[in-house]
């Protein structure tokens, strides 16, 4: 009774306390923090002229604001399936995207602009035919270069195609103007051509369906530019953005120092490293839980599909099986992650780490599956009989002789899936999770520098992956050992 009442108290409170939390609605903006002065992160937090306008739109309708980061093409996406109510990105307002999602009133006129570096050969936009052209991927730089002048070199954001082009890799980016000019202020040698492409405009895309949030966020937005605090928080995130320029700038010209430069903005300024640091755990978290998601699994299959090459039965069950190794084998994991999180939980909100652990995890056990089952097939058909002879059962004698013998076989094999699997997860950015690839993209994002930021991502997966190595050659040896 005791223990009933105890209970019912827990129980009470965990209520009580998840109600007062669910107080106010939740608002789910969607964003690509790359885009500063409008959206970027800083100290790990997402800032900027959108977030600040939605939440104090938010606090006025009463919403608690949710903020997520992911890729541009995405966050249309994400308002259409419902993931979020409101994508606040920069975006330009195109007949297109009018078809596949509602815009708000309008809050930013913009343009886009030519980057190149200060000594080019490059006048105007006439001049771009032919040349080596740096855009974000799915923005309306990509589809005015596309249409306009030629196939463009797409980038998840447009920091990259600055790297780019300042590492020689392009002859000019197309971007819009206001993070053009961010973008420069932060790099030595790089000029805007005074001619722009096109004019545009910015508006909030909110799912068509909610037709209430879209009159409220009108209404707000209206009673915002009249009183000129749209105005205000733009001009001084402007202004915050100019005053900051000069920072990432390297001035040294030993190698020496500007490798100490370069590591102190990459990694010590603003606390940068900690990208890396928290990027790191969830991989390792994510590669930890697939792991044994992929073994359960692969366990289960090889046994089925082994039974029923042996015995003749289990038929239904190989079917199934036969079917999944062949779609999960025949297909990349990258598409089956996009296809897990955008498709099977299109409109329910679950964390991603968990998504990622379930796709991986299945992925990886087609492997585990196969690798398993060809240690089953290599021993004996005699030990087989031997076992039945001695009066085991045939699961019995799988899991006693057969299994055990069969995983010291393929424990080589093994181990190289899980180091396949560690790495595999890099692509988990995919879904906007903060991987440690990613880590060292966000980094990236806000240094435009590509050397350090890629070189201390492969040295951590390769520490990780010597040790997981050394690990596996000690079980080994124990396992030899022992027999
Ligand atoms: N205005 C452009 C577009 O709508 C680019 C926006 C990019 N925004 C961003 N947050 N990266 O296509």
Redesign the pocket.
């Given at each position: 009774m005791k223990y009933f009442y105890t209970f019912l108290f827990l129980l009470f409170t965990f209520l009580l306390t998840s109600c007062s939390e669910q107080e106010k609605p939740e608002l789910i903006m969607v964003?690509?923090?790359?885009?500063p002065p409008?959206?970027y992160v800083q100290n790990g937090r997402i800032d900027g002229i959108?977030p600040c306008i939605i939440k104090r739109i938010a606090d006025r309708l009463g919403y608690q604001l949710k903020i997520q980061d992911m890729s541009?093409d995405s966050?249309i996406a994400a308002v259409q399936s419902g993931k979020a109510h409101v994508a606040a990105?920069?975006?330009?307002?195109?007949e297109e995207?009018k078809k596949q999602v509602a815009f708000s009133i309008p809050y930013v006129i913009?343009k886009?602009v030519i980057i190149v570096p200060e000594n080019s050969p490059i006048k105007n936009s006439t001049e771009l035919k032919g040349k080596r052209i740096g855009v974000?991927h799915?923005?309306?730089?990509?589809?005015y270069v596309t249409e306009k002048i030629q196939n463009p070199e797409r980038f998840t954001?447009?920091p990259l195609a600055v790297a780019a082009l300042i590492a020689a890799k392009l002859d000019a980016v197309v971007?819009?103007s206001e993070?053009a000019e961010v973008y420069i202020s932060q790099r030595k040698n790089l000029k805007i051509l005074d001619e722009p492409l096109t004019y545009?405009e910015?508006a909030f895309a909110i799912n068509r369906k909610n037709k209430e949030l879209l009159d409220k966020f009108n209404r707000e937005l209206q009673s915002m530019q009249k009183s000129g605090e749209l105005k205000n928080i733009i001009d001084e995130y402007k202004s915050r953005h100019s005053a900051n320029a000069a920072d990432n700038k390297v001035e040294s010209d030993t190698f020496f120092g500007k490798l100490g430069a370069s590591f102190r903005i990459n990694f010590i300024k603003e606390n940068r490293y900690q990208y890396l640091l928290k990027g790191f755990f969830n991989t390792i978290h994510i590669t930890f839980f697939s792991l044994i998601l992929g073994i359960v699994i692969g366990f289960g299959v090889a046994i089925v599909r082994s039974t029923a090459d042996l015995t003749g039965k289990m038929k239904l069950a190989d079917f199934f099986c036969r079917i999944y190794l062949t779609v999960i084998r025949g297909t990349p994991v990258v598409v089956q992650l996009l296809i897990i999180y955008f498709v099977i939980f299109r409109s329910i909100d679950v964390d991603k780490i968990f998504v990622a652990i379930i796709a991986f995890g299945i992925n990886s056990g087609a492997y585990v599956a196969e690798i398993i089952r060809s240690g089953i097939m290599s021993i004996d058909k005699g030990q087989m009989e031997a076992g039945r002879s001695l009066g085991l059962s045939y699961f019995q004698t799988m899991n006693q002789i057969i299994l055990p013998q069969a995983f010291k076989n393929v424990l080589p094999a093994l181990g190289n899936e899980f180091i396949v699997l560690l790495k595999e997860t890099s692509v988990a950015g995919y879904i906007a999770l903060d991987d440690l690839t990613k880590g060292g993209d966000i980094i990236r994002s806000q240094t435009y520098d590509a050397f350090l930021p890629l070189a201390a991502v492969a040295l951590i997966y390769l520490i990780v992956v010597v040790c997981l190595s050394k690990l596996l050659g000690l079980l080994e040896k124990r396992l030899n050992k022992n027999e």
């Open positions: 964003t690509n923090a790359t885009f409008y959206e959108d541009f966050v990105s920069g975006i330009t307002v195109t995207r913009a886009q974000q799915g923005t309306t730089g990509d589809l954001h447009g971007v819009d993070p545009e910015y």
